[in-house]
């Protein structure tokens, strides 16, 4: 016991934070432990993604309510060299006021404030990845010497559901890749010829099906807490529907690119992205998991 604690003391940590504190509203249960293929659910596959490419420290930002639920599933389910933490995403303010739902991704980063001292990648609970996001962000944040900051970049044709709209954030990069801000938008789909746009009934806008867009795939320098605690509380100052308004990640993002000196690269990948928005969703995930099961990709067993 005493040699595991001093391993765990003075590893180099490789952290992969997921944010699976959601409510999985339009899903219509607990989509982040939905199985899709065998026991294992989307989110499994990320984190053996992760483990083959380097990371060992896996914190899981939950809420109170399904806490249990997650350290049943993940407590004593990695290899012995891999470090198991959870977090609890409070929905309540310092003033006790409450409300239904945690606050959004921006303040799921923001919980992670007390634990993570190194620099730290994070994303969903509920989206695919692929392995090759994986490799990109974790060459990026932990073996340059840049105080960058990094987002893998998705095509929007690569990120769509076919069973309803989705919410992206559009990015906006300048010729050196770097990022000069995201507009989040919350109800992308296809029109009635194939064409994705901005669902909108006054004014359709189109978009391009290259559009990068983020997925909450971040890679952050421990530093970014310097903010971020600040921003929530000018959040929570001006808000407007107290049980309906989501501190967002694209809030900090575009702070730190308006009024830092430090840049956020975009890593662009042509992997598709897949996820369980919808429960008419699942099929294609059973499917997309299968096969890659099929090819060798992943082994039957995670682990």
Known sequence: MMCFFFYICFMVKR????????????FGSLKQLHPVYDTYAIMDYSIHDAIQVGYNHIV??????ILESFKKRYIHSFPEDIYVEFLIQSNILPDSQTRKKPWGTG??????????TNDFTLINADDFYGRHAFQLMYNAIFNETSSNHFLVGYALKNTLSENGSVSRGICRIDANDNLRGIEEQTAIGKNEVG?????NDENPKPLKPDTLVSMNFWGFKQYVFNVVEDLFSAFINDISDFEKDEFYITYIINHLV????????????NDAWFGIT?????????KQIKSFIEVNKYPKKLW
């Open 15 to 26: 952290t992969l934070a997921i944010m699976a504190a959601g409510m999985g509203s339009r």
């Open 107 to 116: 303040h799921a980063l923001l919980a992670l404030k007390e634990t993570i």
């Open 195 to 199: 064409a994705i746009i901005i669902l």
């Open 278 to 286: 919808y429960l008419a969703d699942e099929f294609l995930a059973r």
């Open 258 to 269: 308006e009024n830092s000196s430090t840049n956020i690269k975009v890593l662009a990948t």
């Open 60 to 65: 899981f930002i939950v809420r109170d309510e």
